[in-house]
């Protein structure tokens, strides 16, 4: 597996709207615009815009839902994702690791 950070991807996942957002689609089997802005604290626009983040990172998907679009969470990617955001987090706790053996060793030089 890669590990490179996909910037775009962290970014799109970084917002807490567009991550509760994810977990409506989820729960809901998709849904549109309207339909998740009266679920959340902002405007049918602001959900729009965040969809449209989501879609470009391909974490979502849209059809023509009579006048609306309906989303659906690629969950594949979301898959990869997750994955990706687990393989950073395996490298941190090994560098942090790391940094707590090298500190433990100069506590006992010191003593």
Do not use: C, F
């Not at 890669?2 to 994810?22: N, Q």
């Not at 815009?49 to 989303?71: I, P, S, W």
């Not at 941190?92 to 030089?109: F, G, H, N, S, Y």
Request: hydrophobic share 45%.
């Amino acid at each position: 597996m890669s590990t490179t950070i996909d910037d775009e991807l962290w970014s799109a996942v970084g917002d807490p709207t567009r991550r509760r957002m994810l977990d409506l689609l989820l729960a809901d089997g998709g849904g549109t615009a309207t339909s998740l802005s009266d679920q959340l604290p902002v405007t049918r626009q602001a959900v729009a815009k965040h969809l449209a983040v989501l879609d470009r990172v391909g974490l979502v998907h849209a059809t023509a839902a009579g006048r609306e679009r309906r989303y659906v969470v690629d969950e594949a990617r979301l898959a990869r994702a997750v994955a990706q955001l687990a393989s950073v987090g395996d490298a941190w706790d090994a560098r942090l690791q790391r940094i707590k053996r090298i500190a433990e060793a100069i506590e006992r030089t010191n003593h």
